[in-house]
């Protein structure tokens, strides 16, 4: 199913975003770049959870806060 893929898709973003944001308390000197990107990708991740709900409704199973 599509929306499956696309939430799939969606999980695996807010885990780069996270990985980013454990980066940006690592190396100062990009810290406040990584932050900005990574809060970027957590927008994007959550439009395309808001995506797959408004077109497909909601989907069981876990939700992204649960994974």
């Given at each position: 199913?599509?929306?499956s893929a696309i939430l799939r898709e969606a999980r695996q ?7 980013l944001d454990s980066l940006a308390g690592q190396d100062y ?39």
């Amino acid at each position: 199913m599509p929306s499956s893929a696309i939430l799939r898709e969606a999980r695996q973003l807010h885990q780069v975003s996270e990985r980013l944001d454990s980066l940006a308390g690592q190396d100062y000197q990009f810290s406040e770049a990584l932050i900005t990107i990574s809060g970027n990708i957590r927008q994007t991740a959550m439009l395309l959870e808001v995506l797959v709900v408004t077109r497909m409704g909601p989907v069981p199973g876990p939700t992204p806060a649960d994974a």
